[in-house]
């Protein structure tokens, strides 16, 4: 299977289970136009990549731009209590199906991206927005990796991110990230904290170390 709409299969599985707050209603003109002040137009530089400044849009919501072979994607960071809608059972029985128990911590982030042209109907849909090329996964999920860093640069306070964008044959990928994290390649250090299982899914979770 292609492992860009590998990942976002698993994306639409666990959406689908658990519909709390979306985030495509975030992105307007006025929202991009200030995210990616300065940056070519999408599709004129395919070559460029680009990473924005966080923008905060709400009270523990935050959103990075990231330009990446001529498209515009958009990296939200959401509180894990206001994602729940201030819910914390559901985050309770998330954690215990999702991330092997592992229960987060306040002000942890959750981390979604999506194309910056997604709308409700093509937000989970993988083949509404592919990657030019499957192989620019790998390159796409180093970019990714620096967004969080510069996010966690930006909000020192943040302890933990949980990511949702893995497939099972990403894991070396992951474990690699993983590794950087904990060397401190991207600025600060971080420490992988649960790992989802291979057969069913789950999260990624990084911790500030």
Not at 79 to 90: M, N, Q, S
Not at 174 to 202: K, M, Q
Request: include cysteine; hydrophobic fraction near 45%.
């Amino acid at each position: 299977m292609n492992w860009w709409l590998d990942i976002q299969s698993r994306e639409i599985q666990w959406a689908h289970a658990y519909r709390r707050l979306t985030m495509y209603h975030y992105i307007t003109p006025e929202v991009l136009e200030d995210l990616f002040a300065g940056q070519p137009p999408a599709g004129l530089q395919p070559d460029v990549i680009d990473i924005t400044e966080p923008l905060s849009l709400d009270e523990g919501i935050e959103v990075i731009g990231i330009l990446f072979a001529g498209l515009r994607f958009v990296v939200f960071f959401a509180d894990v209590l206001v994602y729940a809608l201030g819910d914390p059972e559901w985050i309770e029985e998330t954690a215990d199906e999702w991330a092997n128990g592992f229960q987060p911590a306040p002000a942890a982030r959750l981390v979604k991206f999506m194309r910056a042209d997604a709308d409700a109907d093509t937000m989970f849909d993988p083949e509404a927005w592919p990657l030019p090329h499957p192989r620019l996964i790998w390159q796409f999920c180093e970019v990714l990796a620096r967004a969080l860093s510069i996010h966690a640069q930006f909000f020192p306070g943040i302890p933990q991110y949980f990511y949702m964008t893995q497939s099972s044959q990403l894991d070396l990928l992951y474990n690699r990230l993983g590794r950087r994290f904990e060397a401190g390649a991207y600025g600060p250090r971080f420490e992988c904290v649960t790992r989802p299982n291979a057969d069913t899914g789950g999260f990624y979770g990084f911790e500030r170390r």
